[in-house]
């Protein structure tokens, strides 16, 4: 099976602070995503990586940066905490296929709140 | 316009019934489509997902993809109240990699 584990399950952190968010995948998979879910407006991209080292912007990547050094590693960095940061955070990898017919895989999500 | 639309419910319906959940998608050239279950508290986990024109059945799923209109469609015969979730379509977009876009995802109430 595959598995997508993130770090933390709950944060709490203070406005102003850097926010690190940890995601690691088994299955040698070169695609990894980072999606933010609230209430009302789903899944929204943040930013996604085909290959270590290579970064994508999604559609909300204002606030936020990632780090790709290793295969199965996938970092989210929040370099300044703000309350309006307070969301559920998903990871997810996928394999390369040319066609594109993958699946993505989810972690089991990290729920930040920023005081 | 979002890249992949749909209606936010909650859809209700007793059990038995069929649920049909619809979504459409902007990117005309995407290939790849999915739905995604995901219980309260929960990840999304893949239940469907499409690639060409028409139907698929997988059980008591029904996944249908009409291109030519970008829309795509979940049919659950015989819901069951297990069934209760949100429903999220995804689609797979092209930008020097893959990425997928979700939609915001529709709530499903099967009533026993």
């Known amino acids: 099976d595959v598995k997508v584990t993130q770090s933390s399950r709950y944060l709490v952190k203070r406005t102003g602070e850097k926010v690190f968010l940890e995601c690691v995948q088994d299955?040698?998979?070169?695609?990894m995503f980072w999606y933010r879910q609230d209430p009302g407006l789903g899944l929204r991209l943040i930013y996604f990586?085909?290959?270590?080292?290579?970064?994508e912007k999604g559609d909300i990547p204002e606030g936020y940066s990632v780090s790709r050094e290793k295969k199965e590693r996938f970092s989210l960095i929040l370099e300044s905490a703000s309350t309006n940061q307070t969301s559920m955070y998903l990871c997810?990898?996928?394999?390369?296929?040319?066609?594109?017919?993958?699946?993505?895989?989810f972690g089991q999500g990290t729920r930040l709140t920023v005081v | 316009q979002k890249e992949v639309e749909q209606n936010s419910g909650p859809l209700s319906v007793p059990e038995g019934a069929i649920a049909s959940l619809n979504c459409t998608y902007s990117?005309?050239?995407?290939?790849?489509f999915f739905w995604y279950r995901q219980y309260s508290g929960k990840s999304p986990e893949l239940i469907m997902s499409?690639?060409?024109?028409g139907d698929k059945e997988d059980g008591r799923f029904t996944a249908q993809l009409n291109k030519a209109s970008q829309y795509v469609s979940l049919l659950i015969r015989d819901s069951q109240p297990s069934d209760s979730a949100t429903y999220l379509c995804?689609?797979?977009?092209?930008?020097?990699?893959?990425?997928?876009?979700f939609g915001a995802g529709t709530r499903l109430f099967v009533k026993a």
């Open positions: 997810a990898s996928s394999p390369f296929r040319q066609s594109g017919a993958v699946e993505a895989f």
């Open positions: 299955m040698d998979h070169e695609n």
């Open positions: 990586s085909y290959d270590v080292k290579m970064k």
């Open positions: 990117d005309r050239v995407s290939q790849s």
């Open positions: 499409i690639y060409s024109n």
């Open positions: 995804a689609v797979n977009s092209y930008t020097g990699g893959f990425k997928t876009i």
